[in-house]
């Protein structure tokens, strides 16, 4: 399967802290984007890194992505209660852009 | 923008009977998902469909499923009869391809359908 596998599946930090999590992918890509669900939510798109960059940021976001090891991290700096969420990264293959590969999720809880 | 709209929001059937989930697309997008979420499988593609065409039909688990989309503004996912298992959360996405052969775009997710089948 092609879809991506977040690690680890569940993050308990104080606010202010930094939250790190990633994902593993199969096969080549065109993109990996990372989406963010509050609970009983819909998918909220965060931020999208193309196959030939790096790295990336938004805000308190910083993504980075390594095609060789096929993975990717994302890490939210100076955490805040409202960053409690799930985390899931989508792999966007090369011959089909439509079609997104959903990862299993990582449930962060930022305790105040 | 309104986002993309689903309804009914929350669904309680029994087995057997028929069930009609609906989307409305954001204005303007041409693409649209239909994703099911549970704690078992975590979120599926189902089906997709390009300018009310289904391109990938590939995810639906089996002949009870059937998705329309008539016209740009609205479509439905039909499940006939329902059962348990069929029991998650549905998803509706929409999304609008940014420009270029080698370009994508971001899905816009509506807010869920949760599907309660006894």
């Known amino acids: 399967s092609q879809q991506g596998e977040e690690d680890p599946q569940a993050l308990s930090i104080q606010e202010g802290e930094n939250a790190t999590m990633n994902c593993s992918y199969k096969t080549s890509i065109n993109n990996l984007q990372w989406y963010r669900q509050n609970s009983g939510r819909g998918l909220v798109h965060l931020i999208l890194i193309r196959s030939n960059e790096r790295e990336k940021h938004s805000g308190r976001l910083r993504v980075t992505l390594d095609t060789s090891k096929k993975s990717s991290s994302l890490l939210i700096t100076a955490s805040r209660a409202a960053d409690t969420a799930s985390y899931f990264c989508?792999?966007?293959?090369?011959?089909?852009?439509?079609?997104?590969?959903f990862g299993s999720g990582t449930k962060l809880n930022v305790k105040p | 923008d309104a986002g993309v709209i689903q309804s009914p929001r929350h669904e309680v059937t029994e087995m057997g009977q028929e069930v009609t989930l609906r989307c409305k697309p954001i204005?303007?997008?041409?693409?649209l998902f239909w994703y099911r979420q549970t704690m078992m499988r975590g979120l599926e593609l189902l089906i997709y469909f390009n300018n009310n065409v289904p391109i990938d039909d590939s995810g639906m688990p089996e002949d009870r499923f059937s998705a329309k989309m008539p016209n740009a503004s609205f479509s439905t996912l039909k499940i006939q009869p329902s059962e348990p298992r069929d029991s998650a959360v549905y998803f509706c996405?929409?999304?609008?391809?940014?420009?270029?052969?080698?370009?994508?775009?971001?899905?816009?997710f509506g807010p869920g359908t949760r599907l309660t089948v006894l």
């Open positions: 996405a929409s999304s609008f391809p940014s420009g270029g052969a080698a370009s994508t775009d971001t899905q816009y």
């Open positions: 989508a792999t966007v293959l090369i011959y089909n852009f439509n079609k997104f590969y």
């Open positions: 204005s303007g997008h041409n693409s």
